[in-house]
C-alpha cells in the first residue's frame, strides 16, 4: 500500500509562491511516476505536473508551463511542485499521485494513477 501525505499547501496572493511537498510510505517509490493533480471548483481533476521514472523526464499543463516545476527525490521519497507567479485561477485541492504509466503514454493520463494523497489546498487571491 503506498501512502502519500501532502503538505506546504496555503495561501497566497497573486504574484507569489509556494512549494508543495509529497512523502511516500513504505513502498518501492522509485518505480513509479509522480504526478500532482488539482481539482479546481466545479471542475474535473486536471493533470498539472508530472515526472516519471525513465530518465526523470517531466510534463506540464499547458496553463501553468513556465511558472511549477517538479521534482524528485528518490532517496527521500518526496516528490516536490514548485509554484511560481501563481494567479487565481490556480485555486484548487492539489493531490499527489503515483502510478505506472507506461512508457510511450502522456505522463499525465489519470487512468494510470491508482495511488492518491489526501489533497492540499492553494487558495490564491
Known amino acids: 500500500h503506498v501512502q502519500l501525505v501532502e503538505s506546504g499547501g496555503g495561501s497566497v496572493q497573486a504574484g507569489g509562491s509556494l512549494t508543495l511537498s509529497c512523502a511516500a510510505g513504505?513502498?518501492?517509490?522509485?518505480?513509479?511516476?509522480m504526478g500532482w493533480f488539482r481539482q479546481r471548483p466545479g471542475k474535473d481533476r486536471e493533470g498539472v505536473a508530472g515526472?516519471?521514472?525513465?530518465?526523470?523526464?517531466?510534463a506540464y499543463a499547458d496553463s501553468v508551463k513556465g511558472r511549477f516545476t517538479i521534482s524528485r527525490d528518490n532517496a527521500e521519497k518526496t516528490t516536490y511542485l514548485q509554484m511560481d507567479n501563481l494567479a487565481p485561477g490556480d485555486t484548487a485541492k492539489y493531490y499527489c499521485?503515483?502510478?505506472?504509466?507506461?512508457?510511450?503514454?502522456?505522463?499525465?493520463?489519470?487512468?494510470?494513477?491508482?495511488?492518491w494523497g489526501q489533497g492540499t489546498q492553494v487558495t490564491v487571491s
Open positions: 499521485a503515483a502510478g505506472r504509466v507506461p512508457y510511450g503514454e502522456w505522463i499525465l493520463t489519470l487512468r494510470f494513477y491508482n495511488y
Open positions: 515526472i516519471s521514472t525513465r530518465y526523470w523526464s517531466t
Open positions: 513504505r513502498y518501492t517509490y522509485k518505480r513509479n511516476c
